[in-house]
């Protein structure tokens, strides 16, 4: 019980400091959380191929970070779909496609394949690496078999804020 209040008081604080801007976000240097929702909030600020999706389903199945991080970061999410009017979810492809979100495509050889989601995107987020003060990952948004694109954020801590670069662009 003490360590969930504990949580929570550092979640509140956390929240009560922070904040955004396009490309730099200034938040506590020690956060590899705050590295990924510095690239996670360039994403969704340079994206403009978001038409019609009401739902953002994350896959942080390959992020590497603190168990307290990755509360922060779930819930600073959870508040930027909620900013941008878009339901939050956290879910991997094969859970999408088990709560029939993902359409289904049939091969000729009666097998399935992921075809689309109709109504949303699936951001997957993976750790490339991490140093002091630099966080490499790869992120990616999927709406369909061909509709995705990524690329590699590198997120530097430099005079007091996270800085962005984006390396790498692919599309299908």
């Not at 997120?155 to 790498?168: K, P």
């Amino acid at each position: 019980m003490m360590k969930k209040i504990l949580l929570f008081l550092i979640l509140t604080i956390s929240l009560s400091i922070t904040s955004c801007t396009t490309n730099t976000t200034t938040f506590e240097q020690d956060s590899y959380a705050n590295a990924y929702l510095s690239s996670i909030e360039y994403m969704f600020n340079s994206d403009d191929r978001d038409d019609g999706v009401s739902i953002l389903a994350f896959d942080y199945s390959n992020v590497e970070i603190e168990e307290t991080e990755m509360a922060f970061l779930k819930s600073r999410i959870q508040e930027l779909c909620d900013e941008r009017e878009q339901t939050y979810l956290e879910a991997t492809m094969d859970e999408l496609i088990q709560m029939e979100y993902i359409e289904l495509y049939e091969l000729e050889n009666g097998t399935f394949i992921p075809n689309a989601f109709p109504d949303g995107a699936l951001i997957r987020i993976s750790t490339v690496s991490t140093e002091e003060n630099v966080v490499v990952a790869d992120m990616s948004i999927w709406r369909g078999s061909l509709s995705a694109y990524g690329s590699t954020y590198t997120t530097t801590y430099t005079d007091g804020s996270w800085e962005v670069t984006v390396d790498g662009f692919w599309i299908s």
